[in-house]
């Protein structure tokens, strides 16, 4: 049977559409309730329960500070030894991406992981066309984003899921293997320019100063990730493609300048009446 962590998350719950789609039989785990799905707590080790398990899609736990991403992907790493999982892949972060602010958990866990006695497949995903989109902030006249005019080699979400989904349903063929699954590169301007509107520059302090005092509900270790993000893209860090998510699907992958553009398109105010 294959797991998907993370099952009530975009990725996680992606994948496992992908997986029952191809006919694979798959459930899901997550902290939270859902139908059919096992309760797992990558916070409480009690419920850490993979038996029966053969592939484990370890779907990255990133929302907190790198110390305790690490701990919880350790603690999933030594339930699936100790109960007998045959494969797990992981789905890590893009190779351009070391920079990043959120890099280091990420790079701990494939060390973990390639140390281990498990078999393992390791995915590392670009950016999201879907972040890319969002992450513009709108102003009167149009969008403001620290991008400049760097290009981020974006990936639709559904590519990433079908993909791992792909990996997941014959984990031999793709053991101790390293994918960077990278898109086509597109720029702020050319998401502006689908909608209409002018894009604006800004510093990436005048950025970080929004994140900081204009942004409520960002949790501490935030901010700075969101601005590395930022200057990695604005100096050209991100903006490199490669083969291996066309590869793995068997098919062009989908246009991410589409999906960042409905994604803007979404957070933009509503004219008053």
């Known amino acids: 049977m294959i797991l998907v962590t993370g099952a009530n998350g975009n990725l996680g719950s992606a994948t496992l559409a992908a997986l029952r789609a191809r006919g694979v039989v798959a459930t899901g785990g997550s902290r939270t309730s859902g139908e059919g799905m096992r309760h797992l707590d990558f916070d409480d080790n009690k419920s850490l329960d993979l038996a029966g398990v053969s592939t484990l899609v370890l779907i990255s736990a990133g929302y907190a500070e790198d110390d305790q991403v690490v701990r919880r992907h350790a603690a999933v790493l030594d339930a699936a030894t100790r109960d007998g999982v045959r494969h797990v892949v992981y789905t890590s972060l893009t190779s351009a991406g070391d920079h990043l602010g959120f890099a280091l958990a990420h790079r701990a866990t494939e060390r973990l992981l390639q140390a281990s006695s498990l078999p393992w497949t390791i995915l590392r995903n670009g950016l999201y066309a879907e972040l890319f989109g969002g992450l513009p902030m709108w102003a009167a006249d149009g969008l403001e984003s620290a991008f400049g005019d760097g290009a981020l080699a974006a990936v ?22 390293v994918y960077d699954l990278v898109g086509t590169p597109i720029t702020a301007d050319q998401v502006a320019d689908r909608l209409g509107v002018p894009h604006r520059t800004i510093g990436l302090g ?23 993000i930022a200057t990695g893209i604005r100096h050209g860090f991100l903006n490199g493609t490669g083969p291996d998510l066309a590869d793995l699907l068997g098919r062009p992958a989908h246009d991410p300048l589409a999906t960042a553009v409905a994604a803007a398109s979404a957070t933009r105010p509503q004219a008053s009446v």
């Not at 639709?156 to 293997?177: K, T, Y």
């Not at 005048?206 to 590395?228: I, K, N």
């Open 206 to 228: 005048e950025y970080r100063r929004r994140l900081l005092d204009e942004t409520p509900g960002l949790l501490p270790f935030q901010p700075p990730m969101l601005a590395s």
């Open 156 to 177: 639709v979400r559904e590519d990433l899921a079908e993909a791992a989904a792909i990996v997941a349903a014959n984990p031999a063929r793709h053991c101790g293997r």
